[in-house]
């Protein structure tokens, strides 16, 4: 009850006075930014700054949302972390079977696959470094 108040609290302060209260401040575990700290990110070349500009992608993201479409579409981790012990085989050959379906049609909604080379598999091919690597 007391975070519904909280809330309710913290949303009109910022309707009715556009900057939360002190207490709300303080309830909410928030500490208010040096005035010379604002001034320095409003001013315009800290805004024109390239880097801050460009978010920065990282390797992970690609993985992190194919993760969660499986999530979103076939309940993949669901899955994966429940106890399966006490099923019987055809209860969860019953439940992979939905899953791989589901799993299928979400990926190829939203994933082209494709090889990385065309090439018969245990064939040599050159990398652009040019060691060569068993495909």
Same mark, same amino acid.
């Given at each position: ?5 909280? /809330? ?12 939360? *209260? ?13 005035? %010379?700290?604002? @001034? &320095? +990110?409003?001013?315009? @070349?800290? &805004?024109?700054?390239? +880097?801050?500009? /460009?978010?920065?992608? @990282?390797?992970? =993201? ?11 579409? *076939? ?9 399966? *012990? &006490? ?5 969860? %050959?019953? +439940? ?6 589901? *799993? ?9 696959? &494709? ?6 598999? %245990?064939?040599?091919? @050159?990398?652009? %470094?040019? =060691?060569?690597?068993?495909?």
């Amino acid at each position: 009850m007391h975070r519904i108040l909280l /809330a309710f609290r913290a949303f009109f302060n910022l309707l009715f006075h556009g900057a939360l *209260s002190d207490a709300t401040m303080t309830e909410l575990g928030l500490s208010r930014r040096a005035a %010379g700290t604002m @001034k &320095a +990110a409003a001013s315009p @070349k800290a &805004a024109a700054s390239p +880097a801050a500009a /460009a978010p920065t992608v @990282k390797v992970t =993201d690609g993985a992190l949302q194919i993760l969660s479409i499986l999530q979103r579409d *076939s309940r993949l981790i669901d899955f994966i972390m429940e106890d399966i *012990s &006490a099923c019987s085989d055809d209860q969860v %050959g019953a +439940a992979v079977r939905g899953l791989h379906d589901q *799993s299928r049609e979400a990926l190829g909604r939203y994933v082209t696959l &494709a090889p990385v080379i065309d090439s018969v598999e %245990g064939t040599y091919a @050159k990398t652009p %470094g040019g =060691d060569p690597t068993a495909v």
